[in-house]
């Protein structure tokens, strides 16, 4: 790759910087700025119900969750990255004045084709650095299907969720987020597959 051909680095206050007159959101990623794609109707209506879920679930209590307008901030081992998920649920949050948050236990992605080797393993290795995260889950938006890793005393453990009576659990809010809350106004064929997508290619993995 030619100098030409390099990615332009950038410090973190110039990121923030440039992201506070943005029209369009980017995410850092150890000097380099990535910059966002809009998403479809499905993938909004999905997030937007898990955020209304945890809204009305953590209503009067000390964690409140954050949609994908607010980012989350990783620092560890001398990596710096900022990315905007798609929810995050926070229980001592920033100040109020502050653009992003520091110490999520919940956050959750759901997938899309042009993003779904990010929140897989780039993003999903990032989030589970984060010392006060319990949860990470990841959300197929053409089935209803939740890939989820919870903490425990050896680390991340990996459990699939796939149906839409199920629910997932979450001990350390207090509360359960329905699958049926989650793909609310969501339709899906008998093949759990509600537009072809020829991109779009589902991996369960075991």
């Known amino acids: 790759m030619s100098s030409a051909e390099k990615p332009e680095y950038h410090t973190v206050e110039e ?10 959101k980017s995410e850092y990623i150890d000097g380099w700025i990535r910059a966002m794609c809009g998403s479809t109707l499905r993938h909004n209506m999905v997030g937007g119900n898990c955020f209304v879920s945890l809204a ?35 229980c001592q949050s920033n100040h109020p004045l502050s ?7 919940l956050i959750i992605e759901v997938l899309s084709p042009s993003t779904r080797w990010y929140d897989l393993d780039e993003k999903m290795a990032a989030y589970l650095t984060i010392p006060s995260l319990e949860c990470y889950i990841a959300l197929e938006q053409h089935q209803p299907i939740a890939i989820v890793m919870r903490r425990s005393n050896g680390g991340f453990l990996r459990q699939m969720i796939q149906g839409i009576e199920q629910t997932i659990d979450l001990p350390f809010l207090g509360c359960s987020l329905p699958m049926r809350e989650i793909y609310d106004g969501i339709e899906f064929t008998a093949e759990c597959v509600q537009e072809p997508d020829p991109e779009y290619e589902l991996r369960q993995e075991t």
């Open 15 to 24: 990121y923030l910087a440039l992201e506070e007159q943005a029209q369009t």
């Open 56 to 90: 009305l679930l953590l209503k009067g209590k000390p964690c409140r969750p954050f949609n994908s307008d607010t980012k989350v901030h990783i620092d560890r081992e001398g990596r710096r990255r900022f990315y905007y998920p798609d929810v995050q649920v926070v």
């Open 99 to 105: 653009v992003f948050q520091d110490q999520p236990v």
